[in-house]
């Protein structure tokens, strides 16, 4: 008999005894508060913060200064550009670019000194962005082996409360990554250290229309 | 039967932790060692406040416990069903499922993959299904190194030792420790640690990012393990918080999952309520900074590829349909591995995590491990005891495993006997004859719990007598020290400690 049948059959066996599966109640809260747009950013905002993400806002057509100014306070000198990400976003920026491609090595991803991305979308109460390899996303190594990744956020239409209205709206179909603050450990004495493994920094830009 | 392979018939299962002594003489190993208990009692107090917290910022709490609870048992009532559709959702994204009775068997799975690779090395992802099956010791045997590469399973990897926490699994070890560990062993497995290490975390951290930076970006081959799979879409779930998680997910070529049955949830909505409880369950924040969610190798292949090229996925039973024949015990199957529990519970705080002789320690280990590998052995006998039935565990639980309730039925089992399900059948085990401590332990125990003011004489009789060091609680409560020790100087009696940390909360 194959591990399956076995294990299929033992499963049957062992539930034998037992009664109907219970509902799900789902009488838990859709959002924890009812706030305006203006207040869910700033709540986003506020909770990167906490995690230790630079948080920064920008309006229309700023956001390339801003972009530019940023990867130059940073040093970098080489920034990886996934497909589909904006033109005028990096307009004003003079790293060299390096394309996202399925055919790049980590070798060659861990020589790039920034990375450049937009979102699926941003949860206000939890602090986090969600990537889901759609446009200006890329896959999901790139917003990892660089060091400082750079994420545009639009606000307030990619700005969810919670994480049932994000869940609600994501493909998971699509690979999902999700990013609250750069990347962090407790392992020892339980204090916060940053940037173990992932980006050491991460930024977030929340971009408004105008 | 396939099932058994090399370990024969009726042999327990080890857990990864094989031959070790059962619980009392354990912790009172542990309980000697001051570090210990210091490192644990900071760390643990350090992570209940802060959960504390956490929780309290969420005013559905007790509604997305219990949704937690009913899906998973909803999921457990129809496993077959959700394992079948689970196996074909990931198929159908380009996925290859396999299925392993034991331990032995999903290590020769797992085995024959990476040598079908021609991969001699592989990066790991911190995963309990792979601890419990010591594949890394399986590995070793094949000639496959297997590199951890979670910092405290590094820690616990290079430094010999053996992880004693579910969530920080090198919670024992300081940072004078620490540095010690990479500094003598990091050049052996790879890139050694820069001279002059100092102990700070930071500096610590850094270390471990350049050494394990090396393997990630050579990695052909990953093993992980999956906090969740949805029935509905294949897709598996993986939280974490270093990246190192997302390196071994993302960059090798073959991918490879072993992940318990009892991982599966019915849909992807199900998601939402575990991605709010179990972040503030273990590490006490809102969210952890990395989640991870895949399905099979994803919606594009070829030139679009995002991440590893093979996706393999091992579904783990090793017990889990022996403990699911269990009406009471089978809740235990609902757990999250968040480690709330051990993180509130005196005993674990006392023993610390090793003296559980299981990959899962503390109060899930002490109901999970006995019905996992049946309580044969010493050790299992002994864990049901290894408890004051405080209840802290079950307030704590974001599934509400009644684990107290679980402790008594195994302590009954264990001193009555009664009908149990080894590998799939239904047998009838005898009164623990063999295990005369066990037995006066649990007649004292129960004596002890059933009737608090002995217990609290007891204690206080030991607090009193606190410099002279008594090893044994004088009266009815002496047969049960002869075998569980208490900890030679409680630093206060348990009720106190209780009233004083739950503020006299039941
Ligand atoms: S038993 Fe409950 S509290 Fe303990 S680890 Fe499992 S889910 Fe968490």
Known sequence: MSGREQILGRIRRALADAGPAPEIPRDYLRTHGDRTPDATADLLAAHLTEYRATVHRAAGDAVAPLLARLLAERGARSVLVPAGLPPHWLAAADQVRIDDRSDSTPYELDAVDSVVTGCALAIAETGTIVLDGGPGQGRRRISLVPDHHICVVRVPDQVVDSVPQAVALLDPTRPLTWISGPSATSDIELDRVEGVHGPRTLEVVLLTAQ | ?506
């Open chain 2, 1 to 506: 039967m396939t099932g058994t392979g090399g370990t024969g018939p009726g042999a327990p299962t080890d857990l990864g932790m094989p031959g070790f002594p059962p619980f009392p003489a354990a912790a009172r190993e542990a309980v000697r060692d001051d570090t210990l208990r210091a490192n644990l009692r900071r760390a643990t107090h350090t992570i209940r406040d802060k959960r504390a917290r956490a929780v309290a910022e969420l005013a559905d709490w007790e509604q997305l416990r219990a949704a937690g609870k009913a899906v998973k048992d909803h999921t457990l009532r129809h496993l077959d069903r959700y394992l079948i559709q689970l196996e074909a959702a990931v198929t159908a994204a380009g996925g290859t499922v396999h299925w392993a009775v034991d331990a032995a068997e999903a290590n020769r799975i797992v085995t024959d993959l990476v040598l079908a690779t021609g991969e001699r090395e592989v990066v790991k992802v911190k995963s309990m299904a792979t601890q419990e099956t010591g594949l890394n010791e399986a590995l070793e045997a094949a000639g496959i190194a297997a590199y951890e590469t979670d910092l405290a399973e590094l820690i616990v990897q290079l430094g010999h030792d053996r992880p004693s926490h579910i969530l920080v699994p090198a919670i024992h070890r300081n940072r004078g420790e620490i540095r010690d560990v990479f500094a003598a062993e990091m050049g052996r497995w790879g890139r050694p640690a820069p001279g002059g290490l100092g102990d700070d975390p930071r500096e610590l951290a850094e270390a471990a990012r350049l050494h394990l930076r090396e393997k990630f970006l050579r990695a052909k081959v990953a093993v992980s393990g999956a906090n969740f799979m949805v029935a509905e879409t294949g897709t598996m779930v993986v939280f974490e918080s270093e990246g190192n998680g997302r390196m071994c997910l993302t960059l090798p070529e073959t991918l490879i999952s072993v992940v318990g049955i009892e991982k599966v949830v019915p849909t992807f909505r199900d998601l939402e309520v575990f991605l709010q409880t179990l972040p503030r369950s273990s590490t006490a924040e809102r969210m952890n900074p990395y989640t991870t969610m895949w399905t099979g190798l994803g919606p594009s292949q070829g030139a679009e590829s995002d991440g590893p090229t093979a996706f393999h996925l091992v579904l783990l039973d090793n017990g889990r349909t022996d403990t699911l024949a269990d009406e009471v015990g089978r809740q235990a199957l609902r757990c999250i591995r968040c480690s709330a529990c051990l993180n509130v519970c005196p005993v674990y705080e006392r023993a610390g995590g090793h003296a559980y002789g299981s990959v899962y320690p503390g109060p899930i280990g002490a109901i999970l491990s006995p019905q996992l590998r049946g309580t044969a052995s010493e050790i299992d006998a002994s864990l049901p005891y290894a408890s004051t039935l405080c209840g802290a565990c079950y307030e704590v639980c974001p599934v509400a495993i009644d684990i107290p309730e679980v402790l008594v039925h195994l302590r009954e089992r264990v001193a009555q006997g009664g009908p149990v399900t080894r590998e799939g059948i239904r047998v009838r085990i005898r009164p623990a004859r063999g295990h005369t401590a066990e037995r006066a332990a649990m007649r004292a125990a129960r004596l002890l719990l059933d009737h608090p003011g002995a217990l609290r004489a007891g204690e206080r009789l030991l607090a009193r007598a606190r410099r002279l060091r008594p090893r044994r609680l004088p009266g009815p409560g002496r047969a049960w020290t002869d075998s569980r020790e208490l900890p030679p100087v409680p630093a206060e009696p348990f009720r106190d400690w209780w009233a004083r940390e739950r503020g006299g909360r039941a």
